[in-house]
């Protein structure tokens, strides 16, 4: 790299760091923000599903509303883990269910974030603590090694830790795995002096959620019961036999796959979603 290059960048390196900052929003107003390890970002409000279409999971549906209720009401409720098989709506029933809160005149906010910024929580609950209002922190689609420093911090954070989460706040978590960590690796259970203290301790991160709710796959019927509820939502035909086609050629049966098929219905009958 020749030296006017190299002088070339090293000014831009410096003028992104002396740029001016975009300030953080403000958690007392607004519905829906991001978090990105740093500060908070208000950001439009999702395309949600009513929850009647959310065939298959009534109770899980119903479970997490009521739990939802009571956390916005200012009640005693539960952080909540939503676990099980992909493509059966656990994150989308989560932006669904804060809907219906915002919906139903409820001040309380959802805040996103990823589990790369899983480290930064004290910072966001600190940032949080003296905002009087509800608060949902809903992390989506973690899955932590079982021994990763991760799981400690979430266990101190979601109970009895110095750092542990303000009254005020939730916390919702959507995974493939049960109990977010995986069983026990064998190799590593074959190494440890007591196998089974190291299963249990892989399992009291998920002891400290409250409410768990399982999704589970679906079979033939219930894609189908889906699908139906799609095509009558937006007036489509409904045609089990395409539907299962359609299905067969992915290779999966579930909510996803069933939405999926509706947009195809759709986009060849020329009708619009919303």
Wanted: net charge neutral.
């Amino acid at each position: 790299m020749d030296p006017m290059t190299r002088i070339a960048d090293a000014l831009e390196r410096l003028a992104d760091r002396l740029a001016p900052q975009p300030a953080s929003a403000d958690p007392a107003n607004g519905a829906w923000f991001v978090w990105d390890g740093a500060g908070l970002a208000a950001v439009p409000p999702p395309r949600t599903a009513p929850l009647s279409l959310y065939v298959g999971v009534d109770a899980q549906a119903s479970a997490l509303l009521d739990n939802a209720r009571r956390h916005a009401r200012g009640l005693p409720a539960h952080d909540v883990l939503l676990w099980g098989a992909r493509g059966m709506g656990k994150s989308s029933l989560v932006r669904a269910v804060h809907r219906v809160l915002l919906d139903e005149a409820m001040d309380v906010a959802l805040v996103q974030l990823g589990q790369p910024d899983l480290a930064t929580l004290p910072r966001l609950f600190a940032r949080l603590a003296a905002v009087p209002r509800r608060f949902t922190l809903f992390l989506d689609d973690v899955a932590l090694a079982g021994d990763d420093a991760q799981v400690h911090a979430l266990r101190s954070l979601l109970d009895g830790g110095v750092m542990a989460r303000p009254d005020h706040v939730r916390l919702v978590i959507t995974s493939n795995r049960r109990n977010l960590v995986p069983q026990v690796m064998a190799d590593r259970a074959a190494d440890a002096v007591n196998p089974r203290d190291l299963a249990d301790d892989s399992l009291a991160l998920a002891d400290r959620f409250g409410l768990k709710l399982g999704f589970h796959a679906c079979d033939q019927d219930q894609y189908l019961a889906i699908c139906a509820a799609y095509a009558g939502a937006h007036g489509l035909p409904h045609d089990p036999e395409a539907a299962l086609r359609f299905a067969a050629a992915r290779g999966a049966r579930s909510g996803r796959v069933a939405w999926h098929f509706a947009v195809d219905q759709a986009g060849r009958a020329g009708v619009r979603l919303p």
